[in-house]
């Protein structure tokens, strides 16, 4: 097998690289070739190949140890690129750069012999490396496409996998490879353009097998992965297969690599995704952050501009707020369908998470955590996971165990009183992130000591609902949409037809009717705490509904906060966070999250009047007579 | 598996709680028998809190909409793991693997599911008109099954599942999760008790406002998606909304329908679809008692709730509660004895037949839980501990052949007469 494989490998090298021809002689390549069967008289060293030279055979021999060597030594190749990577300069201000990353596929586009060009005059860079598999590409994605600050990064890869070059893979191990290559491009703000596979119906260098069917499952799982994920998806298999499953004729050289035809098949079909990725095309009009989800299956639509399509609106009482959705559908009753998912949606995670509701699962959790470990499902568990690291890292300043304080407060069920000092007292065995133990490995949730502690979703299950329909209506493949729970936490998916984003005018509480910020929002959320909806107000002081439990005492002298954060969940988490911590605490902890931007608004007696976070404009100049700026946001 | 003994235990609770037992629940007995209450004491174990964790393999054929929420469900009870799945549309695999946060073998043909010696029980949640192939398949292959509502799509098929399913001694329990809310268990207790009489009307409403439509992506998936919409595999209305009623009713009556009249049209969503998007049923049962159901899906002011009505009062059941009413009090005869006189005043009742607008009295209960996470849990017990459950085959099949009766009786246009199912 091992055999095999390296064989495999130096065919696919030498069949891109033109440099070598097909292997012949040795043990090796006969073996893969199966002429060696036929020749059952001769011995192993005798073969159907010409009897060379025993020299040359031994020059041919340690050339093949030296490149296992060098295998060893660097498995995924980083040698080939990385002086090339280094010596690329950063991209030029408005450049795009895309990165070309694959095998022998992509290694082969304008190089070796083949006489195809690579994009001339385009700020594309090829990173292919001919008989590369997916664990390899995972291994130097970060120094050949991450280092070089690409806009975008085209993803060609897997055949090789089918093939086994470096080792028997199942279709999942991958789909992780690419998956993580996924991540990857998206965690440093790159666009990832994923690809079909191209047909093969076999491997010159390995004939029994039959990868067909594999290639198509492989691209298959390929474009509902890209639409799932937001990723743009190239289908250079449609515009390359012909009627019996392999090339068109005359589009590759032995049914596997393309020739300069298919080369130039496939160069408009990727061009065409990219431009619309990047708003890089010649035909206009296109916002340069538009349309970055490709159609989607049986969808004819290609783009979000497309004729036709409609903005729609509807709004639904869920988690004691309003609900509202925006989004771009071809026809009402689409809408009205997507609509109606995201409204069961929020009822779903309504279920899950209210603690008005004694059916929830987490008014199930607060009656029996108490007397010992309860068990639930693993999207409730992720929640009270993300509530206890933020309980966390805000020293307590946000606090998933707040139930009983509010209570105390009388703010269940908007009331309001002014407790004792000695009630007060009374609810530290009850009020405690510290106090509620989670378990990953049976996923249960527990209260120390068996307190009575009771949990809350305020604060971040608006937030959680919120990703969760963001996400659903992603699936869906809406492209250009708005969720709003009670315009307290937004979020943005896409953005409108021929717009940079969906505005948001974050108010400047100290005057009515003044624009702080006007944020462009994309593919990222909003979110705000203030005191002007919720309060009560007893012999003339007004309470706020945002409590800092560490004092347990409402937090005083803040007017609004604002985040904006690309999960909506730690963007509704933060908003209460940075309300309550102090403006020097806030300041720290912002420092260590530099994706997230927040803005505090504050009475003068308060601390600083205005103080911004990680903030893309002067939001606190407005103050001072300029008017606010317009950023966006993505 | 099931040693005797536990497997007559289970057969008595079961006997008392979904079949002829309930008679007791007419308000005929004032008092309430010992062996009911020994049959509530059983299923109240069933569907307790527990903190048993021994692990539990369990398998899902179409992991849908509804299969991926009992899996979520499942995954509330410690120990349980899903370990493989069967469905014919592929994206449900990495939706279920979403759900589980691990990875779920998956088959595309449920035989290979049942196949599997690793299982401890197989959840079948697909399309009605495939239960029977997937629930006789997975019983056959000597597992425990949970299995979605409604039982079956015709009724011969359910008394096959409950042919195979008391044969083979495997446990099965029907997705009826009502019979196990604690407000409705601790109404119609009260209502078993005799705290509104004798009851003689089950009046049930599913009404919504949206065309029970799917997004489908892909014009070929349409009946794969939207399967309610089409004969081939559904029973419209009447099944799947109305079923949980109607097993409801045949759990208040004690008995099972002996006649259905139906109808039902198309009146809003001329969309290409089969099946009606409004229907109404009138069940008969025993001693002139009757259940009316009506489901409409353009206007949702009635929401999803059931009216009980006896003598002396009303019970009303919804998805999250239970309140009582209660009727005006009635001529009752008093001591003759030594007059004490009246004051004169100048009051009279208005109301006359207006209806009550007033609040009723709320059932009160401190464990109400989602009943779908309750009846999860019940079936992992019964599994554990090798135990009859409450919504057993016996239950499946009451509801099934109401569901089929009322169906057919909508298609003949007249009012048929529903013989007794096999296997009662």
């Known amino acids: 097998m091992k055999l095999l494989l390296v064989v495999g490998l130096a065919t696919m090298m030498s069949a891109v690289g033109g440099a070598q021809t097909t292997p012949t002689g040795g043990a090796q390549s006969s073996a893969v070739g199966g002429a060696q069967t036929s020749t059952a008289s001769g011995s192993q060293t005798s073969s159907t190949a010409p009897v060379a030279d025993p020299a040359a055979d031994l020059a041919k021999a340690q050339g093949q140890i030296q490149r296992m060597k060098s295998q060893l030594a660097d498995w995924p190749n980083l040698h080939r690129y990385r002086d090339e990577d280094a010596a690329l300069a950063p991209p030029a201000p408005g450049e795009k750069r895309v990165v070309f990353m694959g095998d022998s596929l992509t290694d082969g586009w304008g190089r070796g012999n083949n006489g195809s060009v690579f994009f001339p005059g385009k700020p594309y860079v090829n990173r292919g490396i001919s008989g590369q598999t997916t664990p390899q590409m995972v291994l130097r994605f970060q120094q050949d496409v991450v280092a070089l600050h690409p806009a975008a990064v085209v993803l060609l890869a897997g055949t090789n996998d089918v093939a086994g070059n470096t080792g028997p893979m199942t279709p999942a191990m991958i789909e992780d490879n690419i998956k993580s290559m996924a991540e990857l491009a998206q965690a440093n703000g790159i666009k990832m353009i994923l690809c079909s596979e191209l047909p093969a119906l076999m491997y010159p260098w390995s004939p029994a097998m039959k990868p067909a069917p594999i290639l198509l499952e492989l691209s298959a799982w390929e474009k509902e992965y890209a639409a799932a994920h937001g990723l743009a998806y190239v289908d250079y298999y449609s515009a390359l297969v012909g009627p019996d499953g392999a090339f068109k004729p005359g589009l590759s050289k032995e049914g596997v690599h393309p020739t300069a035809a298919g080369y130039a098949v496939m160069g408009p079909v990727v061009e065409k995704v990219i431009d619309q990725v990047l708003g890089t095309g010649t035909d206009g009009g296109t916002a340069p952050h538009d349309m970055h989800v490709p159609a989607l299956p049986g969808t004819p639509r290609t783009s979000v501009e497309a004729p036709g399509l409609g903005r729609f609106h509807r709004t639904h009482t869920a988690m004691g707020t309003e609900f509202a959705v925006d989004l771009y559908a071809s026809d009402a009753a689409t809408a009205d369908r997507l609509m109606e998912l995201a409204f069961d949606e929020v009822d779903r995670v309504d279920d899950l998470l209210s603690n008005y509701k004694a059916t929830s699962e987490l008014s199930r959790i607060n009656r029996e955590a108490r007397t010992g470990a309860v068990t639930t499902d693993p999207e409730t568990f992720r929640f ?251 | 598996m099931i040693d005797r003994r536990m497997f007559l235990q289970g057969a008595s609770a079961a006997a008392a709680l979904s079949g002829e037992a309930l008679g007791a629940m007419t308000g005929l007995g004032s008092g309430v028998a010992p062996a009911a209450d020994e049959a509530e004491a059983a299923a109240a174990k069933q569907i307790a809190m527990s903190r048993q964790s021994t692990p539990v393999r369990l398998g899902i054929i179409g992991p849908g909409s509804r299969g991926k929420e009992l899996v979520r469900n499942f995954l509330r009870v410690p120990g349980v793991k899903i370990v493989a799945a069967a469905d014919v549309y592929k994206p449900r695999f990495a939706e279920l693997n979403q759900v589980c946060g691990y990875g779920v073998d998956a088959v595309a043909d449920y035989r290979a599911l049942c196949d599997r010696k690793d299982l401890d029980a197989i959840v079948v949640a697909t399309p009605l008109g495939l239960h029977a192939e997937h629930v006789l398949a997975a019983l056959r292959s000597g597992h425990n099954v949970y299995g979605e509502k409604t039982m079956a799509y015709t ?257 003949e246009k007249k009012e048929i007469e529903i013989a007794a199912p096999a296997g009662m």
């Open chain 1, 384 to 634: 009270l996971e993300r509530a206890a690291y933020w309980s966390e890292r805000s020293g307590g300043a946000f606090d998933m165990s707040v139930g009983p304080l509010l209570r105390t407060w009388g703010f269940f069920f908007h009331g309001g009183r002014v407790p004792s000092d000695a009630e007060l007292s009374g609810l530290r065995t009850t009020v405690g992130w510290g106090g509620v133990r989670l378990d990953a490995p049976t996923r249960s949730v527990s209260f120390a000591g068996g307190r009575a502690m009771e949990l809350d979703p305020g604060s971040i299950g608006k937030g959680f609902a919120v990703d969760s329909v963001a996400r659903l209506l992603r699936e869906q493949g809406v492209r250009a949409g708005f969720i709003s729970a009670g315009g307290s936490t937004l979020y943005a998916i896409g953005t409108p037809p021929g717009e940079t984003g969906w505005r948001v005018d974050v108010p400047d509480p100290a005057r009515r009717g003044a624009v702080a910020s006007r944020v462009m929002l994309k593919d990222s959320s909003l979110s705000t705490g203030a005191c002007t909806e919720k309060f009560f107000i007893k012999d003339g002081h007004v309470y706020c509904h945002i409590f800092d439990p560490r004092t347990m005492r409402p937090v005083e002298g803040v007017l609004q906060s604002t985040v904006i954060d690309p999960s909506a969940t730690d963007s509704d988490a933060l908003s209460t966070v940075v309300f309550v911590l102090g403006a020097k605490a806030s300041e720290s902890l912002m420092k260590s999250v530099p994706e997230a931007e927040a803005v505090v608004f504050r009475k003068a007696e308060a601390g600083p009047v205005c103080l911004a976070m990680n903030w893309r404009d002067d939001v606190c100049a407005v103050g001072r007579g300029r008017s606010g700026g317009e950023a966006i946001r993505d």
């Open chain 2, 155 to 411: 009724v011969k098929d359910a008394e096959e599942i409950v042919r195979v399913a008391e044969d083979g001694k495997r446990i099965f329990q029907v997705g009826h999760q009502y019979r196990y809310s604690p407000w409705i268990r601790a109404a119609l207790a009260r209502v078993k008790a005799g705290e509104i009489g004798t009851v003689t009307h089950v009046e049930a409403y599913w009404h919504r406002n949206n065309d029970w439509r799917r997004p489908v992506q892909d014009a070929s998936l349409e009946r794969l998606i939207n399967w309610r919409l089409y004969h081939e595999w559904s029973l419209g209305l009447i099944a799947e909304l109305g079923s949980h009623h109607m097993d409801l009713a045949n759990w208040v009556f004690g008995a099972r329908p002996v006649s259905a009249l139906a109808s039902g049209s198309i009146c809003r969503y001329h969309d290409g679809r089969e099946t009606d998007d409004n229907v109404q049923v009138v069940l008969g049962y025993p001693e002139g008692r009757r259940f009316t159901f009506s489901s409409v899906t353009d206007n949702a002011k009635a929401g999803d709730q059931l009216w009980l009505y006896g003598e002396k009062g009303s019970l009303n059941l919804t998805l999250q509660d239970a309140t009582f009413f209660y009727e005006p009090h009635r001529m009752v005869r008093v001591k003759a004895g030594v007059q004490k006189g009246v004051t004169t005043s100048a009051s009279y009742n208005p109301a006359g037949e207006m209806p009550y607008r007033g609040p009723g009295k709320p059932v009160e209960i401190s464990t109400g839980e989602d009943p779908t996470t309750a009846a999860t849990r019940a079936f992992i017990y019964c599994v554990r501990n090798e135990v009859r459950p409450i919504s057993d085959v016996h239950v499946g099949l009451g509801s099934a052949s109401a569901v089929v009766n009322a169906n057919k009786a909508r298609y």
